[in-house]
Each structure stands twice: as structure tokens, then as C-alpha cells.
């Protein structure tokens, strides 16, 4: 504590200490933001392309300097590539922060609990077996389908979590159990399928960035731009809520709305994103630990922070995917795998040694 702090009265000091704090916080979440940026850059500089950093940034600000290859290469590969990542990541990790709140789980996520899975199920089957309509794409059908099934599985694990005696662990393997239970099925429907389907399905399991596109950048980013106000406006009360139920309803905080509007947002974010990527593990369980080590579990601090650190995990990883192998781009999903199992272990054996 420096010399000036120590002169205040204890009132004013206090005061002084939490301004501090929240410059602090805050400080951390831009610093996050510029550690992004530079991740982007890096993720546009890097392919097999050899087009440098300079030489990018040139075509992406005057493409009329570019030929048509190199016109390609910028507007319909990396720039898609790398803006899908931040997207995603954001998206997956600020799902996984409003779950670990209102389930009061810090192993949740949309990944280990099932959403994710569930997602890829419903994906599958409008991919395998599209619905005649008029008025719905084929792609669209994707979209919603995945949405649909992400919303019961979320229904589910909020029932589970009002049984008697259910407690973190139960629901942790009851989210396991999604899991091996989406997979088996989607493994069904990719024995069952043609060909051409089949690799289809062969994406949505390994995860990938490689079909990112400008009409999916932009229904992604809507729906952030959608739910991010709703998950900030709702901040302060999942802080409470995380000091414990009682203490919210005694705040005035409606718990049982709040959890329904955040499982409705977490089943649109990661719905979303998983019908365009694929299943993608483990950004939406370690963005928000890393974020919580950062910036503490001041909601209206950790909800962006697990979203920048979410974005900047699924960005570095997307690096990572071109670098492994030379000339080949490794599934993105593989990557966080390897990245996120190690972590997720480490996380469970934790908490085992605090019960």
C-alpha cells in the first residue's frame, strides 16, 4: 500500500483501494483486448501462402493493389479464417462463464457438460436427414436444429440440478454421460450415411475453421452483438448469485428468471457456434479459469474478460493448427483438445483435494 493510501481515513481509503481495483481489472481486460489484436495479426500472417504481415495489411486496407489470387487468399481464407476464431471463442467462452455462474459448477462448460455435444447432434441430423421447407435453408436447418437440441440438453442439466442430492459431481457425470451419448449417436448416423454426407459429419466431430465464410461471420457476430448486453446487464446479479441463492433473492434477485434468460443465451452461443465449427472443446471450461485468475469473479469483469481470453485461446490455436504440420491445417478442435485435457485434469484433481 503506498504512503498516500495510508493517509486517508479508513472510509476514503477504502474507496481509494476499490477505484484502484477497478482500474486494475479494467487495465487487465484492455490488455487482454491488445494481446488479441496482436493474435489476429499473427493468425492473418501465418499460412502457406508466404504473403507477409506488410504485405496483407496493404491488400486488406487498398485491394486494388492485389491480384486475383492474392485477393483470394485474403478476403476469402484468412480474414474469414481468423475473425471465425475470435468469434467462436468469444462465444464459447462467455457461455461457459454464464454456466459456471448460475450452475455454481467451475467444471461446467458447454463442451463438458454436453451442450456442445447435444448441438453436434442436432447439426448431424439436419445434415443426414434435411427437412423439406420452403422458407428454411438447408444451412439454416443446421443452425436451428443444433440451436433446438442445445436447448434441451441445457433443460436437462437445469433439471438435474434441482434433484435431491445432486450435487457438482452428479452433474458433472451426468454431462459426461450426454456426451458418449451424443457421440454414439452421431457415430450411428455416420455409419449410416452416403459418402458425401459422411464427410460432412466427419467436420462437425473434429472441429474446424476451414468453411468460415462472410454470411456465417455475420449471423455469429449478430448474435453476440444480441447477447452481449443481455449477459453484461445481468452481471452484477450472477456476482450475487454466485455468493450464494439466498443471498441474491435477499439482494432481490430473481434467481429462477435469471438462470432461465443466461441457459437461453448459453444454448444460442454455443448452438451457433458449434453449427458452424463443429465441436470445439474445452475454450468454454479454461477461457473463464484463466479470466477468474486474472480479474476475480466480479461478473461485470469476468463476463468480457472470459470472452477476450476465449477469443485469444481460439485464435492462438488457430496458429497452432497451421504451424504442427507444414502445409497442412490441422482441425482447430484437435488442437484445444490437446491443449484443454491436460488443464481439465488438472482442474477435477483440485477441487478433489478441497472436498
Not at 73 to 79: A, C, D, G, K, Q
Not at 157 to 173: C, D, H, I
Not at 185 to 210: I, P, R, Y
Not at 229 to 237: D, E, G, K, M
Request: charged share 10%; with cysteine.
Amino acid at each position: 500500500m503506498t504512503a498516500q493510501a495510508q493517509a486517508l481515513p479508513g472510509v476514503e481509503q477504502a474507496a481509494w483501494q476499490y477505484r484502484r481495483l477497478l482500474w486494475r481489472r479494467t487495465a487487465l481486460v484492455g490488455g487482454l483486448a491488445v494481446l488479441l489484436l496482436l493474435s489476429v495479426l499473427g493468425d492473418l500472417a501465418s499460412g502457406a501462402s508466404g504473403m507477409g504481415l506488410g504485405q496483407l495489411l496493404h491488400g486488406v486496407f487498398d485491394p486494388s493493389t492485389l491480384s486475383a489470387t492474392e485477393r483470394v487468399i485474403i478476403w476469402n481464407v484468412r480474414l474469414p479464417y481468423a475473425l471465425m476464431a475470435v468469434l467462436v471463442g468469444a462465444a464459447l467462452a462467455l457461455a461457459g462463464a454464464e454456466m459456471q455462474a448460475i450452475l455454481d459448477n467451475p467444471l461446467a462448460s458447454p463442451f463438458t457438460l454436453g451442450v456442445s455435444s447435444a448441438a453436434a447432434l442436432g447439426a448431424s441430423l439436419a445434415i443426414a436427414y434435411p427437412l423439406s421447407v420452403a422458407w428454411l435453408s438447408p444451412s439454416a436447418q443446421v443452425t436451428v436444429m443444433a440451436f433446438v437440441f442445445a436447448c434441451l440438453s441445457v433443460l436437462l442439466l437445469q433439471g438435474m440440478s434441482r434433484l435431491r442430492g445432486a450435487g457438482v459431481e452428479s452433474l458433472v457425470l451426468f454431462g459426461i454421460a450426454l456426451v458418449f451419448s451424443c457421440n454414439a449417436l452421431v457415430s450411428l448416423l455416420q455409419l449410416l450415411a452416403t459418402e458425401d454426407v459422411l464427410q460432412q459429419l466427419v467436420f462437425w466431430t473434429l472441429g474446424s475453421l476451414a468453411r468460415a465464410n462472410w454470411q456465417k461471420l455475420g449471423i455469429l457476430a449478430a448474435v453476440l452483438v444480441l447477447v452481449v448486453p443481455f449477459s453484461l446487464r445481468s452481471a452484477s446479479a450472477m456476482t450475487l448469485l454466485r455468493m450464494g441463492e439466498d443471498r441474491a433473492r435477499s439482494f432481490g434477485v430473481d434467481t429462477r428468471r435469471l438462470r432461465v434468460a443466461s441457459l437461453l443465451r448459453i444454448s444460442l452461443l454455443s448452438a451457433t457456434a458449434v453449427a458452424f465449427v463443429g465441436t470445439i472443446g474445452f475454450i468454454g471450461l479454461v477461457g473463464p479459469h484463466i479470466a477468474r485468475l486474472l480479474v476475480g469473479e466480479d461478473q461485470r469483469f469476468l463476463l468480457p474478460a472470459s470472452a477476450l481470453v476465449g477469443a485469444l485461446l481460439l485464435s492462438l490455436s488457430s496458429i497452432a493448427s497451421k504451424l504442427i504440420l507444414p502445409g497442412v491445417i490441422v482441425p482447430v478442435g484437435i488442437v484445444t483438445a490437446l491443449v484443454g485435457v491436460p488443464v481439465f485434469v488438472a482442474l477435477v484433481f483440485k477441487r478433489g483435494r478441497r472436498l
